[in-house]
């Protein structure tokens, strides 16, 4: 099994992915991060949704804002209602959550070559961590995100027309981690829109607290994007983890512009296009980018490992 930390907003799709990385991976510990709402409620939600699933699993707080941007909560508000995991917990708990960063190095420290870090939310804890120590980058076996967003087979940005979220929230923080030797692995917007879980697949699961927490992320798809059905972005991740061998994968330089208009932007470039070495890129910077996925195998996978 990969030992992974999980680094997370806790979203709805964040919550099917916990979920699914429970079952099939190590997970050393959760590390929260602000980003589909503020940092408190992101820990309490996590805290609030492991002890609902029994996932045994120690969770630690970490940063509460993007490196440079002040940050509003209000894009993810409608998709992931008002206390940004469905709405579904009421309740704040007393938990003493230590702090994600140290939690971070000293793993890392204690395991080296052996952690993949997991970030499906903003990167600014993983950029903090290699702000502080730059050395640990050659400790990680690699860093594998939900972000980004391409524009191939017509798959856009969710927050602008190039921009993804997770990269939106904290563009700073993913510009210096494209910008560092870490080894990465993108699983972009343009693979994640296509696995959709239908109605029908969500009652497959025959989970009544699944079907409540979809609730508000179903109806944004229906009602913002006029189809029925939900794309769990981050879970697509873990799928990537079970078995790399479902992905079409390019290896290509990235990087991520942080202002006005193009905030957030991710643009990907392939070394064969620099026919006159004008970029002198090192090979140390290329990434590897999802691009395209087995539909039906990611599918069937996740459903079977989510049934309870
Ligand atoms: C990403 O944004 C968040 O709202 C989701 O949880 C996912 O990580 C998709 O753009
Ligand atoms: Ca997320």
Known sequence: MNKIIFDTDIGIDDAFALLLAYKTQNILGITTVFGNTNINQVTNNAVLFSKKFDIDVPIYKGCSNSLVYNNSFDDSINIHGNNGLGDIFNDYVNYVAYDALEFIIDSINDNPHEIILVALGPLTNIATVIKKCPELVSKIKFLIIMGGAFGTDGCFGNITCNSEFNVWSDPHAAQLIFLSKLPIVVVPLDVTHKIVITE?????????????????????????????????????????????????????????????????????????????????????????????????????????????
């Open 200 to 308: 029908d697949d969500l009652l497959s699961l025959n989970n009544n607290f699944l079907i409540d927490l979809s609730r508000c992320y179903m109806s944004f798809y229906r009602n913002k994007k006029f189809f029925d059905g939900m794309v769990l972005h981050d879970p697509i991740v873990i799928s990537y983890l079970i078995e790399d061998k479902w992905f079409d994968v390019k290896d290509v330089y990235v990087e991520v512009l942080t202002d006005s208009l193009y905030r957030g932007s991710t643009l990907m470039y392939d070394k064969k296009y620099d026919f006159h070495n004008i970029l002198h890129h090192n090979d140390s910077l290329l990434r590897k980018v999802c691009l395209n996925l087995d539909v039906v195998n990611v599918k069937s996978n996740l459903l079977s490992i989510l049934k309870i």
